[in-house]
């Protein structure tokens, strides 16, 4: 099995744009889901954000290897911990040909705290925008927060005058009469590529935008993005040629691809960790033969699961050796990762059944997984790879495997956690620790928004101290030791049970070359046609 | 099915001392399918006894046996004669606990189907009039929704209704019901035909005449006489009944993959259609093919040889 | 006639409303729509919103008035995943659910009435049992099958034919064709052959079981001993005869081809009604759930309609019952 890293590809790529003549050059692709809306404001999800990240472009970008670069800000500088200044780009120009302005950052900030925008919180991390002159703007933040640029490339920026001409100064969405929205069929960025036709779920056309401020290593003339929700047909169309690059793969078809001519697998691990995590704040579990008390409550009763599981078979039976089994809910792409806690809980079902008899469950207990089946890399089969490793301990495991959206109707806290037992996945928006600390780690708290994804309420006060003094902590090296002893402490305590980094898994023809990004990215900036 | 009325099997037995016999001993093709439908129906119900391993029980399977090719080939396990899937269960054992749990849903669907559709049919055709207008319109609405369709709905509501943690236990009579209820139409036309021609014939007026209970009158005199189209309906909507099980599957509401049925192993192993892997779909595909295969042969037999018209 | 098609026509809206209440009742409990409305990091507070808005906390019968009502001016609402409304989304891939099916009916009918016609007179050759094996095996296979090993064999291994879409269509008006181009017909292929298959043994066994019967009957008997050719009582009066109950099953089944079809354009990604519904499920798009119901029992409820005038036009007995 080959692996390749999107480092080579870009680095080809750079290499190879700089001969290219200019030519129509169409570039074909396939993703599992669709581009469900072209407004830049209207879902907070990575694919539509991914894609629309090449016709909008925030103040900030990211370059191949998700490091934050300039984008539509030349430059940025601290003024006080809670201020920032931005000088904007200049001579940059949004498709329609009008010119990209401060009143155009304000707009969109502005656009994404309205009604109907799902990008309210990346809205909330601002509390004003102050224009110093056309090309000048100062942000205030709530609190001194050092990561803010780590947010701003998927706030995109529209254009006022077009907004404000088609009625579209607030996002577009499903409910009320803000329906029909001009921008969700309609694109008016800065970015390299512009919208030719849009057809939800059946076709987009995207077309070179010549006027592009930055010279960019794409020979891509024209880009056509088709959704094929069956991996099969997915996978087929890419050996047959007809497409030049299909995403995500089944991992257990890179081989096929690999030996297929002209086509091969471009896999990298993924900055999304997949875990899986208990319930430990219910005095009784919902899901449980163990009546009156909670035995996820025993660190033991944790500690005893997480040494029953075997990563490395799940890695390399159900993953096909493609991820990276982990001891840690953030990734090593994301910052404030530590490489000494990263590594897993070891497999030793032994102590596993010491630890269960020690807490006073020498015959194990029946308690429900539940999973989802539509929405990881193999979830529900590594699922049942757990259900069977803890069976071998006499724990009886139920797996409740079902598609995303019953799973998350669910678990998450809109049915109030109903979930005993659960595996969920996690890519920070930010790629920082705080965002894994502050949404799966500390106590839940509905009023601060805190912990919301901490579905178990795995609650540790110390944690707690800890996260609120990172958010606003700006000397990195301090900031980095705080997020290393809480991680430390959420390992001692086994809050979780970290599984693995999820591969990146694409199919692409040799006729392309293309940059993978860690967050599932794809970046029209780095595709390039090779003759 | 031939404890569903005593009716029934003095009906078989007239057809053990009849031509129908006869002609059944002439056809290699329903002597053939026949032994196979058998043998793959005793082979489902002695899965525990002769199934290798038992794939349902999660201590038993390592997923270190994962993704092991068929026993003849190099990288082989003996302990697995037809290769493992990628959780580490035997393909040859699936199969066998699989193809009980098709038959399952597709007997007792048939079943469902059948006397819904019987009952029914007798009504209609004995009471006439209102009941009867009624009934067959009903009839229409539903023959206009093709199966699936009505499975998905079916299904779609029962998982909503019904609490999640129940979903795994009782998915197996979802599928049942699911796809029993689409079916009865078929029945319930047939035997209302034949409840119509029979009910003005001599003896059934005599009966009425003499006061028998129209309950005695249907079960003794009109039941027996339907019974051979129905058979005939019912072989051939079992074959139905099991690929539409395996359609339902692919769809994604099928029975969980922890006890999988055939269809499910399809779709489990339409996964590994483009990798090396090709015993995990490629030996289920087969059984599936196999069974419906002899079954509609049977049911084809069948009907040429119980159709007075044909013979 | 005209108090029976007013009959049929106040049955068809009885009809029409229950699917629509059935549909409605189900979507209720297919799973919460917010969840895929939104992101991973949206507040509760937002979440609670969108469903206040949304109208999803009013009671059940509130809901489905307002649902019924709009539906009858052919409004079904906005989608909740695509923020466009649910008519224009439906609209967009009727064409293409229409040309799969009318491609595969025209398929079924060409290539099922003469086998059928010919296993039928032929019973005892070897090529007549052949096809009747060949068509069972064709009804034992599970469509979804098909169409993977189809793909895997023409557009993969021979690369002959497209193995996804609809290939390049032209606009004519709001219908978009694929008949116009050549990339638009290879790629109508494999779809509707493997949408075909099913119907096509149906009709084909429907055929020669209906001709076998006839064949039997005494005036087929009668035209034999006048004396007339073979081929003109085959074909003059025995396949005419057939053909009756044949148009009647025909036309029933093209309501089933189209819902068929979402098994079918699921595996080929073909953009027409099925995937969009199919699609709709997983994201709990209720809108988009409802408005295919409820135009699939529309099609269902027009296309019986148009076979019960036929048959009481062209079947005289049934005049003089129309209760049945």
Redesign the interface.
């Known amino acids: 099995m080959k692996l390749r890293t999107g480092l080579f590809a870009a680095v080809a790529a750079v290499a190879l744009a700089a001969t290219s003549p200019v030519q129509a050059k169409t570039f074909k692709f396939a993703f599992q889901g669709d581009l469900s809306s072209l407004d830049p404001h209207s879902l907070n999800e990575s694919f539509l954000l991914g894609t629309l990240g090449n016709v909008y472009e925030g103040l900030a970008l990211y370059d191949p290897n998700m490091q934050i670069v300039p984008g539509l800000a030349e430059s940025w500088k601290i003024l006080t911990p809670t201020t920032w200044e931005f000088k904007l780009r200049k001579g940059v120009k949004f498709h329609g040909g009008q010119d990209f302005t401060a009143d155009d950052v304000i707009f969109s900030w502005e656009r994404a705290g309205r009604d109907g925008s799902d990008q309210k919180v990346r809205n909330s991390m601002i509390k004003s925008i102050t224009k110093v002159d056309d090309h000048t703007i100062v942000m205030e933040t709530p609190a001194p927060n050092p990561i803010l640029v780590q947010d701003l490339p998927y706030l995109f920026i529209m254009d006022k005058e077009w907004s404000e001409e088609h009625g579209t100064t607030s996002s577009t969405s499903a409910a009320g009469d803000n329906a029909g929205n001009y921008a969700n069929l309609h694109a008016n960025g800065t970015g390299p590529f512009k919208i030719k036709s849009h057809e939800a779920d059946i076709k987009s056309v995207l077309v070179r935008n010549e006027n592009y401020w930055k010279d960019i290593p794409t020979n891509v003339s024209e880009v056509i993005f088709t959704p094929i929700k069956e991996a099969p047909t997915r996978v087929a169309a890419l050996i047959s040629g007809e497409l030049d690059m299909v995403y995500p793969v089944p991992v257990q078809d890179w081989e096929r691809l690999d030996n297929a001519k002209g086509v091969k697998a471009l896999t990298g691990p993924e900055a999304r960790t997949i875990f899986i995590g208990f319930d430990q704040g219910r005095d009784e579990l919902l899901y449980s033969n163990i009546k009156g008390k909670n035995p996820f409550k025993d660190q033991r009763v944790r500690a005893a699961f997480v040494h029953a599981i075997n990563l490395d078979a799940i890695k390399e039976k159900i993953m096909r050796g493609a991820a990276t089994p982990t001891g840690l809910l953030a990734a090593p792409q994301v910052n404030g990762f530590v490489e000494s806690l990263n590594s897993p809980y070891a497999y030793d079902p032994e102590k596993s059944k010491a630890l269960l008899a020690e807490a006073g469950y020498p015959d194990g207990f029946e308690v429900t997984l539940d999973c989802p089946n539509n929405r990881y890399v193999n979830d529900e089969k590594i699922c049942q790879a757990v259900t069977s490793m803890l069976a071998k301990v006499g724990v009886k495991v139920d797996l409740l495997a079902q598609p995303k959206s019953k799973y998350f109707g669910k678990v998450l806290a809109t049915s109030g956690y109903d979930t005993s037992f659960y595996l969920l996945g996690w890519t920070p928006g930010s790629m920082d620790a705080e965002n894994v600390l502050s949404s799966l780690i500390v106590c839940q708290n509905a009023d601060a928004k805190k912990g919301m994804f901490n579905l178990g309420n795995y609650c540790n006060p110390k944690v707690d101290e800890l996260t609120a003094a990172i958010g606003s902590e700006t000397d990195q090296a301090k900031r980095n030791a705080m997020i290393a002893e809480a991680f430390k402490i959420v390992k001692d305590d086994v809050g979780y049970m970290p599984i693995h980094q999820q591969p990146l898994s694409w199919g692409v023809s040799d006729r392309v070359t293309v940059n993978q990004r860690a967050d599932n990215g794809l970046d029209y900036r780095y595709v390039v046609i090779n003759e | 099915m031939e404890q569903v009325t005593p009716a029934t099997k003095t009906r078989l037995q007239r057809f053990f001392g009849s031509d129908v016999w006869y002609s059944f001993m002439r056809s290699p093709v329903a002597i053939i399918s026949a032994i196979v439908t058998i043998g793959m129906i005793l082979a489902a119900i002695f899965a525990p006894w002769i199934a290798p391993n038992n794939p349902f029980d ?2 038993s ?4 046996d ?2 092991l090719p068929p026993a003849w080939e190099s990288a082989g396990d003996s302990r697995f004669l037809l290769g493992t899937d ?3 269960r035997g393909v040859l054992s699936t199969i066998l606990y699989g193809a009980r749990i098709s038959l399952i849903v597709g007997f007792f669907s048939v079943i469902f189907s059948m006397v819904v559709g019987i009952a029914l049919g007798l009504i209609s055709g004995y009471a006439g009039g209102r009941t009867d ?1 009624l009934i ?2 009903i009839a ?2 539903q ?4 199966a ?2 009505i499975a ?2 079916v299904d ?2 029962a ?3 019904l609490p ?2 129940l ?2 236990d009782i998915s197996i009579y979802v599928l049942i019901f699911a796809i029993g209820i689409s079916g009865w139409v078929q029945y319930a036309r047939t035997v209302r035909g034949s409840t119509l021609v029979e009910k003005n014939k001599e003896y059934v007026q005599a009966a009425r005449v003499i006061g028998i209970r129209p309950l005695t009158i249907l079960r003794r005199h009109i039941l027996p006489n339907v019974m051979g189209p129905v058979m005939v309906i019912a072989t051939i909507h079992l ?1 139905i009944a099991i ?1 539409t099980e ?2 339902l599957s ?3 509401v099928g029975v ?3 006890t999988p049925s055939l ?1 499910t192993l ?1 779709r489990i192993g ?8 090709w015993w995990i779909t490629i030996f289920p ?1 087969i059984t ?2 196999v069974l ?2 002899a079954v ?2 049977l049911g ?1 037999w069948m009907r040429d040889a119980l159709n007075p ?2 013979r | 006639m005209i108090s029976f098609i007013f009959k049929r026509l106040v049955q068809s809206v009885i009809v029409m409303l229950t699917v629509a209440l059935i549909a409605f009742s189900m979507f209720r409990f297919i799973g919460d729509p917010i969840n895929n409305m939104v992101g991973q990091d949206t507040s509760q507070a937002d979440r609670a919103a969108l469903t206040e808005q949304l109208g999803l906390n009013d009671p059940f019968l509130v809901q489905f008035g307002r649902f019924a009502l709009n539906a009858a001016e052919g409004n079904f609402g906005i989608s909740y995943k695509y923020r466009q409304p649910v008519s224009s989304l439906i609209l967009e891939r009727l064409s293409a659910t229409l040309e799969l099916s009318l491609v595969a009916a025209i398929l079924t009918l060409v290539v099922g009435i003469p086998l059928g016609v010919y296993t039928a007179l032929k019973g005892k050759g070897l090529l007549s049992k052949g096809i009747m094996t060949l068509s069972l095996i064709g009804v034992s296979l599970p469509t979804f099958l098909i169409g993977i090993l189809l793909i895997l064999f023409f557009g993969v291994m021979l690369r002959w034919l497209p193995t996804f879409g609809r290939g390049d269509v032209v606009a004519l008006g709001w219908w978009t064709t694929g008949f116009l181009t050549l990339s638009g017909i290879k790629s109508l292929i494999l779809p509707s052959i493997t949408l075909a298959l099913f119907q096509m043994t149906l009709i084909m066994r429907l055929v020669r079981a209906e001709m076998l019967e006839v064949l039997r009957t005494d005036f087929i008997k009668f035209a034999r001993a006048r004396g007339l050719p073979d081929r003109s009582v085959h074909f003059k009066h025995a396949l005419k005869n057939t053909l009756v109950p044949v148009i009647t099953i025909t036309g029933l089944q093209l309501g089933a081809l189209i819902a068929f079809a979402i098994i079918t354009e699921s595996v080929f990604q073909w953009p027409g009604m099925g995937l969009l519904f199919i699609q709709a499920i997983s994201d709990v798009d209720i809108p988009i759930m409802a408005a295919y119901l409820v135009l699939i029992a529309f099609f269902f409820v027009v296309i019986n309609m148009i076979v019960d005038i036929l048959y009481y036009a062209v079947d005289p007995r049934l005049r003089a019952d129309s209760s049945v």
């Open positions: 999660l201590a399977i390592s997923i270190m994962g993704n990628d959780q580490g207008a067959m319109r229409d609405i023959l206009s929704f093709p699936i369709l998905l709905l779609g509501v998982r909503g209704v999640s943690e979903h795994t074959a690929i395996a359609t692919f769809l994604g969980p993959p922890t269809g399809i339409n996964e590994y259609l483009f990798s090396g892997d595909g599936l093919v419906v295969l509609n042969l084809d018209k044909l």
